[in-house]
C-alpha cells in the first residue's frame, strides 16, 4: 500500500482514504485514547462536566425564557453537543498541518488522512453521549422513528461539510499563520448568534436573518429533524450546496497549491 499521495488530487486522495479507511480511522482512535491515559475517571469525567453545564444552563434559561425544562434541555443538549463537534473540529484544523508536517513530507501520507483524523477524533468525544441521546429520546422526545433516519442522513451531510470546510481552513491556516486567531475570533461570535440558548422565534419578525448564518443550516438539519419531527428542504438543499462548493475549492486548490503548501510546511 503506497502512501506517496500528498502531492495527488483531491478525488485522488478522497479515493485513496475511502478504500484505505485505517490510515485515519486508527490513528483518531488511539488519539482518543491516549487523551485520557493515566486519569481514574477517564472520558467520563468529559461527559459529566459537559452534562452538568448543560442541566445547568437549561434550568437557568428555561426559567428566564419561561419554558418547560422538558422542552427546553433536549434543545440545548442537542444543540450544543452539535456545536462542540462543528466548533472543536475546526479549531483543532487551524494547526492540523503544521502539527503533521513530518508525517506529510518525509511519509508522504494524503493531506486528507490529517483533517479526517482530526473530524473523527472530535466525532468520537461526541458519540460518548449515545446513551444519553438515547435517554433522552426515549422520555423527553415525542417523534417517529422515521425521523430519526431523516436525522442520521443530515448528520452524515453535517459531518461531511465540516470536514471539507476544516480542511479549507487548515489549508489557508498552513499558509497564513493568524487564520487562527480570526477563526476562533468568529467561532466565539456564532455561539451567540447561531441559536443555540435561543429560538429564531424569539426575532418575531426578524426570525429569517438567522439563516444569514451558515451554522443555522447545521442545526435544522439535525437538532430541529428529530425534536420537532419538521424536516426544512431549503436548510437541506443549502447544505449540500455548501459541501459542493467546498469540493469545488478544494479540487482548486490541490490542482495548483499543494506543492506550495508541502513546500511551507
Known sequence: MSLKYSNTSFFSQLFYLTKFWQIWFYPAYYDFKILYSRTYLGSLYSILSKLISITAISLLWSYILKQEFRDFFPYLLFGMLIWFYISGTLQNSVYTLNKNALLLNCFQ??????FFRNSFLTLINILQFVPIF???????????????????????????????????????????????????????????????????????????????????????????????????????????VMILIKIIFLHLIFKYKVKKILFVL
Not at 501520507?109 to 490529517?114: E, H, K, N, Y
Not at 415525542?142 to 461539510?161: A, H, N, Q
Open 109 to 114: 501520507f494524503p493531506i486528507l488522512t490529517m
Open 134 to 240: 438515547v435517554l433522552t429520546y426515549i422520555f423527553l422526545i415525542e417523534t417517529s422513528l422515521l425521523y430519526v433516519f431523516y436525522f442520521f442522513i443530515g448528520l452524515m451531510l453535517l459531518i461531511t461539510s465540516v470536514t471539507l470546510l476544516s480542511t479549507l481552513i487548515g489549508i489557508i491556516s498552513s499558509l497564513y499563520r493568524d487564520t487562527g486567531h480570526i477563526i476562533n475570533s468568529i467561532l466565539g461570535i456564532a455561539t451567540m448568534i447561531t441559536p443555540l440558548y435561543w429560538k429564531k422565534e424569539m426575532l418575531g419578525e426578524y426570525e429569517n436573518l438567522v439563516y444569514l448564518n451558515p451554522f443555522t443550516y447545521y442545526l435544522e438539519i439535525t437538532r430541529d429533524v428529530i425534536l420537532y419531527s419538521k424536516i426544512n428542504l431549503i436548510s437541506f438543499v443549502m447544505v449540500i
